[in-house]
């Protein structure tokens, strides 16, 4: 895969303007130093969303979200980190010449460009047959101005209509110079053949007399197409969508994502329907965090897409009870995703579509609102009602609910809907968990390399495989299940002992060994406290001079050496501005804010952000408050001071806790030494400190 070269890296982000780019986003106001906004990522009322132009750097102080230009751009489009960098480039005119691609390498790049670029001209030209010709106007115009759609949503989506002809759009491509192989490899003209599946050598066009719903990609690329026919035949498929091709992986596309990603993160809540008209409709009335599966069952790269903006997704379904049943399974992926589902269901004979225009925008909002409920909930009631007084059914349903429970991976949220679940159906929750249990094992068993345990109702050690912890508790919440590949990678990647809780569920012990950055257990807080300090310091203000010609870089190096932090990610970080430093260069908290890494990125700016300013009354009245900035040697020597006096105190609790085991006396008389000298270098630093004599920590 081919990279952006550094140098290139830096350019973009020592070019982007920080103030500018999240300026076509919110609407900053200074305010100090500092320029504050709304967040853009959850919905608030006053403003917690801060930029500091100074380091390039914006912070929400209610909803943690942080980083630099390049983060800003990554958390607001949802992209990656290279299409992060694309858009800077392309916003302030940088052209990106990648690092030499293969042959190979190339030749698939342009046969995917080639394929965007056709698919893009096909929009366009149904776009202009739609509002232009004289039967896009009649026919296509008319049908979707019946529908209730305005001219303003037709645009946003970009709706179209193809002729009712055979070769409409492959001869205005060939016209236009676009090479005919294209238009099939994205599905937009067929071949014909005979019986014997060779090629006649005839071509025509896939899509003929229909409204043309472009589908985008999360970048806003045209990678297929849907399309509706018109007529009345029995014997026509009412909807035709692009083939799989190149740039078209239905599975990995939601309908109206592109359009929606920003109201979702907003809402924090992703409204999912079925059909494009559905999404055209509630997007029109001012629900626009709406996406539709396009008719097709859900994927896991569909729902990967929505947990990028939200975690909590609400499934309008029809009135229909066929398609509801239909529906579940792809309901049941959503929780296995971590996804917090919610359900609406329609009167009988509505969809989503239907329903916004016979009650209208007010009325739709209250309906959604007032009649949403958990999908637990709703999956219990329907198919205990389906169930009735039969018992045979009813134990089947009861087991296709628990089925469902299986998949959600918050354990606290799997005991509620046991107890929900045990209430709904009359039955004793001690039952519901021992099935529960066997469910989960039977699941554990038939997976590759299942140890036929894993994930049951309370397992712990010590529980000698009863399903049960050792307290023998049966009400104990579901143990954690095990991490699946996807979220050992996501853990590798992005760290964190909270994010693993969240994922595993209430007890979870897994260490990525690459994560363990960010989650040292066997570190006091202190000690993380004082070398964060230390590394704070060095990030800031490592150009500043402490003495004449010594900078605080070679100053903290010079006083600590090379290796004196002991948590993994800011050891990683000392080193990377050591190596800086021994290149001629100060490390530059501005582009380490920009790193590739998250955790990286997320460090930086956590240690370059602050919530508070001083006042600038209290310099006109002449209050003094220490600023490190003005005295930069004494805000590094009593970081080293305080680091090593964390040390000093470890070591020392090191000696007495041998002193609790037995010695000879040899042994005894020289760890009492060590105390002895532990306790006055401790003193002599609390001194130097000017602290109070003592532990602190």
Same mark, same amino acid.
């Given at each position: ?12 982000? @020592?070019? %982007? ?19 504050? %906004? ?79 670029? *056709? ?142 990603? @920003? ?57 229909? %009870? ?20 919610? *359900? ?98 039977? %699941? ?126 800011? #050891? ?56 490190? *900035? ?55 630093? #609390? ?5 109070? *004599?003592?532990?602190?920590?």
């Amino acid at each position: 895969m081919a990279r952006i070269p550094k140098e290139l890296v830096d350019h973009i982000i @020592q070019t %982007a303007d920080i103030v500018e780019v999240v300026g076509d986003f919110v609407q900053l106001k200074r305010k100090g130093q500092n320029l504050w %906004a709304p967040c853009p990522f959850h919905n608030e009322k006053s403003p917690s969303f801060s930029v500091n132009p100074a380091k390039s750097l914006y912070k929400c102080f209610g909803c943690g979200k942080a980083g630099g230009v390049v983060q800003f751009v990554m958390d607001v489009e949802g992209t990656s980190y290279v299409e992060a960098l694309k858009y800077l480039a392309k916003k302030y005119a940088i052209e990106i010449q990648e690092e030499e691609k293969t042959p190979q390498q190339q030749l698939e790049q342009n046969e995917r460009d080639s394929q965007f670029i *056709v698919s893009d001209f096909a929009k366009n030209h149904y776009h202009r047959l739609l509002l232009n010709s004289e039967e896009g106007m009649s026919i296509g115009y008319g049908y979707l101005k019946e529908r209730g759609l305005n001219l303003s949503t037709i645009q946003t989506f970009e709706l179209g209509y193809s002729l009712d002809a055979w070769d409409d759009l492959m001869k205005a491509a060939e016209t236009a110079g676009y090479d005919k192989k294209y238009l099939e490899k994205t599905g937009l003209t067929v071949i014909r053949t005979d019986d014997q599946g060779k090629d006649t050598g005839r071509r025509y066009d896939r899509f003929r007399g229909r409204v043309m719903f472009p589908i985008h990609n999360i970048s806003g690329r045209v990678v297929g197409f849907g399309a509706r026919t018109l007529k009345r035949d029995d014997k026509m498929a009412k909807y035709l969508n692009s083939p799989e091709s190149e740039i078209y992986h239905k599975s990995d596309v939601l309908y109206g994502l592109f359009q929606a990603r @920003q109201a979702i993160r907003t809402q924090e809540v992703c409204y999912l329907v079925e059909g494009y008209l559905d999404v055209l409709s509630l997007y029109q009335g001012g629900i626009k965090n709406v996406v539709a599966s396009s008719g097709t069952s859900l994927t896991e790269g569909q729902i990967r897409l929505i947990k990028r903006y939200s975690d909590n997704v609400t499934v309008l379904y029809d009135g229909d %009870a066929a398609g509801i049943k239909a529906s579940l399974r792809g309901t049941d992926l959503l929780l296995e995703g971590g996804l917090n589902v919610r *359900v609406v269901l329609f009167p009988d004979g509505d969809d989503p579509d239907s329903y916004i225009r016979k009650v209208g925008d007010q009325r739709f909002t209250e309906y959604i609102e007032t009649k949403s409920q958990d999908f637990i909930s709703f999956k219990t009631t329907l198919v205990a009602r389906e169930a009735s007084n039969d018992p045979v059914k009813k134990a089947e349903a009861i087991r296709d609910v628990l089925h469902s429970i299986a998949k959600v991976p918050d354990a606290i949220k799997r005991q509620v809907f046991l107890q929900q679940t045990s209430a709904t159906f009359g039955i004793d929750e001690q039952v519901l968990i021992t099935e529960y249990n066997k469910l989960v094992k039977t %699941a554990s068993q038939k997976a590759p390399g299942g140890s036929g345990n894993a994930g049951s109702y309370g397992q712990g050690a010590g529980s000698a495989n009863t399903g049960f912890p050792p307290s023998n508790n049966p009400r104990s919440a579901p143990a954690p299940r095990p991490m699946t590949d996807e979220e050992e990678a996501e853990m590798l990647m992005y760290g964190g002992h909270e994010a693993t809780v969240e994922i595993l569920g209430a007890g979870a012990s897994f260490q990525p060994s690459a994560a363990k950055a960010e989650a040292d257990d066997d570190t006091p807080d202190m000690l993380q406290v004082c070398e964060r300090e230390v590394l704070r310091l060095l990030v800031l203000y490592a150009g500043r001079e402490v003495e004449e010609e010594i900078s605080v870089a070679a100053y903290l190096m010079g006083q600590l050496g090379e290796n004196p932090l002991q948590k993994p990610l800011y #050891a990683e970080m000392w080193e990377i501005c050591r190596q800086e430093l021994l290149a001629g260069r100060f490390p530059d908290a501005r582009l380490l804010a920009q790193n590739e890494r998250e955790d990286i990125r997320q460090l930086i700016t956590d240690l370059a952000t602050e919530r508070y300013e001083i006042s600038p009354n209290w310099r006109t009245k002449e209050i003094y408050v220490f600023n490190e *900035v003005d005295l930069p040697k004494l805000a590094c020597d009593n970081a080293v001071l305080r680091l090593n006096k964390v040390h000093v105190q470890r070591e020392l609790d090191q000696c007495l806790e041998k002193l609790r085991h037995p010695l000879d006396d040899v042994e005894m008389f020289e760890i009492l030494g060590d105390i002895k000298r532990l306790k006055e270098l401790d003193n002599e630093l #609390a001194g130097l400190l000017g602290t109070v *004599v003592g532990r602190t920590a």
